[in-house]
């Protein structure tokens, strides 16, 4: 079982929008609409930010959003501030009740 | 407010076993419609799920670890548990538990996280 493909790092400046991939198979990601995506800064546990593809748990900005176009899923953190910089992860459903989660992405507010 | 804390050794030797376990606290583990999961992080890496415990005692492993984990659920504490056995440097990481939300059956993401705890293998 294979780590979802997720670009080491990304950044952007405030208030520009940064979009971070995360690459499967049709077995994980595009074969189940239970991708989610998670928050964590250092030192920190996990924060759940979307599920489901593109859902937002309660308290969640809506400048985070979610998509998925085949075995690839997206998160979007659009209008940046200096408090997204954190590494955020992808994870998706692969099948027989297991989980696969991505590699991580360091996101850097310039 | 659901609330999740790890206990457990911080230190094992090499070819023991690491034991933890996850108190839950503001909401029962039996509730359907959700499974309690393991998740670690080796320092300075990424995160890897360890597998899953339903409440009706159904477990889920990662395949990569299958061999030598076991998750286990106490219901009367209102508590799940990780065994993992063998361990060696490769197994030092912060361990999470955390809550899996499982309508219909399938795993679909988790909502409720511990704060984490650090296990070190060395001699």
């Known amino acids: 079982q294979s780590a979802l493909t997720q670009p080491r790092s990304v950044s952007g400046s405030p208030g520009q929008s940064v979009t971070i991939s995360c690459t499967g198979t049709s077995s994980d990601v595009g074969g189940y609409n239970f991708v989610s995506w998670y928050q964590q800064y250092s030192d920190k546990a996990p924060k759940l930010i979307i599920y489901d593809v593109s859902k937002r748990p309660s308290g969640v900005p809506d400048r985070f959003s979610g998509s998925k176009s085949g075995n690839t899923a997206s998160l979007t953190i659009s209008g940046l501030q200096a408090e997204d910089e954190a590494d955020y992860y992808c994870?998706?459903?692969?099948?027989?009740?297991?989980?696969?989660f991505g590699g991580g992405t360091k996101l850097t507010v310039l | 407010q659901l609330q999740l804390q790890e206990s457990g050794s911080g230190l094992v030797r090499p070819s023991q076993t690491l034991s933890l376990t996850c108190a839950v606290s503001g909401g029962s583990i039996s509730s359907g419609g959700f499974s309690w999961s393991w998740v670690r992080q080796p320092p300075g890496k990424g995160l890897e799920w360890i597998g899953y415990?339903?409440?009706?005692?159904?477990?889920f492993y990662n395949p990569s670890l299958k061999s030598r984990v076991a998750i286990s659920v106490d219901g009367s504490k209102n508590q799940f548990s990780l065994n993992l056995n063998s361990v060696t440097a490769a197994d030092t990481a912060v361990y999470y538990c955390a809550r899996d939300v499982s309508k219909g059956g399938a795993p679909q993401y988790f909502d409720y996280w511990g704060q984490g705890t650090l296990v070190t293998v060395s001699s």
């Open positions: 415990i339903y409440h009706s005692g159904g477990t």
């Open positions: 994870c998706s459903y692969a099948g027989s009740y297991t989980s696969m």
